[in-house]
């Protein structure tokens, strides 16, 4: 198994975009040796796609709060 397969999948389990978004740069279908490792990489992707929206749609509800908090500050 491809050492990029071994890393994606620890940054996947820690939830560590900052390294998923850093091994998807590195990406390069050329290191894989068969269909059966790239359809893996194409699952492991996937999982990472789930990751990076459910932390957008929470920075996009802490986005939401600061600017209630703002604009309740600046009725007062």
């Known amino acids: 198994m491809s050492e990029w397969i071994n890393q994606y999948k620890s940054?996947?389990?820690?939830?560590?975009?900052s390294k998923l978004e850093?091994?998807?740069q590195k990406f390069n279908?050329?290191?894989?040796?068969?269909?059966?490792e790239l359809q893996e990489?194409?699952?492991?992707?996937?999982?990472?796609?789930?990751?990076?929206?459910k932390k957008a749609v929470h920075i996009k509800n802490e986005i939401s709060k600061l600017k209630n908090a703002q604009k309740y500050i600046s009725d007062r």
């Open 11 to 17: 940054a996947l389990v820690n939830q560590d975009a």
């Open 22 to 24: 850093k091994l998807s």
């Open 29 to 36: 279908e050329q290191n894989f040796k068969n269909l059966s």
């Open 41 to 53: 990489v194409e699952a492991l992707i996937l999982q990472a796609k789930e990751i990076f929206n």
